[in-house]
């Protein structure tokens, strides 16, 4: 044997075994990292969806605080309609006092 060759099977012999164990424990670590990343994926999926669900709840209440606002308007612009009337309706009877009271009075004289 050339000393070539005894140079080469002494580096097999020291470094093949220690690559076999790195290349082990590289095959495990990236298990684990697969693992990690499929429970980030699921994690992400899970996060997706309860938001979805909630933009979803959030419409809602926003439909129905408008509903609310809206039937709330109208009641209030009616109440302002019956109190306008009312206010023209006292108006119009202070006018008819004050006619009948000048009617009273040219009675009277």
């Not at 997706?48 to 979803?56: A, C, F, I, S, V």
């Not at 709330?72 to 004050?98: G, P």
Request: net charge negative; glycine share 0%; hydrophobic share 40%.
């Amino acid at each position: 044997m050339s000393v070539v060759d005894d140079v080469r099977k002494v580096i097999q012999d020291l470094v093949t075994p220690d690559m076999r164990a790195v290349s082990v424990r590289l095959d495990h670590v990236e298990q684990r990292l697969n693992k990690v990343e499929d429970a980030i994926k699921d994690f992400d999926r899970k996060m997706e969806k309860q938001l979805t669900e909630m933009r979803g709840a959030i419409n809602d209440v926003e439909v129905n605080l408008d509903r609310k606002a809206e039937k709330r308007h109208e009641i209030m612009v009616a109440q302002v309609k019956e109190v306008i009337n009312y206010a023209v309706v006292l108006q119009r009877m202070e006018q008819v006092e004050e006619k009948q009271k000048l009617l009273e009075k040219r009675l009277e004289q």
